[in-house]
C-alpha cells in the first residue's frame, strides 16, 4: 500500500500491512492528534518523540518498530500530508479488519 506523501503527489511512501500491526501493538497513533483534529508538522514531531521514547525504553530493540520508523516515520519523504495519509490508511484498515 502506498500513502501520498506530499501535495503534488510526486512522492509516496509504502506502507506494509506489517507497518499497521506495529502501528497497533504500540498504539502509536493514539492520542496523537489534538482535539482540534488538525495534522501539521508539531503532530509528527510528536510521534517521532514517542517512538524515541519507546525505543529508548526497551532492553533489545522491537525489528518492527525499527522496520517502521527505518520506512515510514524517518522517512526522508514523510510530511504531515504523509501522516495525515498514514492515520487514514490505519483507519481504513482497522475497519476492514472488524469487517471481515
Known amino acids: 500500500m502506498k500513502i501520498q506523501a506530499n501535495a503534488s503527489g510526486t512522492?509516496?511512501?509504502?506502507?506494509?500491512?506489517e507497518h499497521l500491526q506495529t502501528i497497533n501493538k504500540y498504539s502509536l497513533l493514539k492520542n496523537l492528534v489534538d482535539s482540534n483534529g488538525i495534522?501539521?508538522?508539531?503532530?509528527?514531531?510528536?510521534?517521532?518523540l514517542n517512538v524515541r521514547s519507546i525505543l529508548?525504553?526497551?532492553?533489545?530493540?522491537?525489528?518492527?518498530l525499527l522496520d517502521l520508523?527505518?520506512?515510514v516515520i524517518y522517512n526522508p519523504d514523510m510530511k504531515a500530508l504523509g501522516l495525515h495519509n498514514l492515520v487514514l490508511l490505519y483507519i481504513e484498515q482497522t475497519q476492514k479488519g472488524e469487517n471481515e
Open 11 to 17: 512522492r509516496s511512501i509504502e506502507v506494509t500491512e
Open 39 to 48: 495534522i501539521d508538522e508539531t503532530v509528527l514531531d510528536k510521534l517521532k
Open 69 to 71: 520508523c527505518l520506512d
Open 56 to 64: 529508548g525504553s526497551q532492553p533489545t530493540s522491537d525489528k518492527s
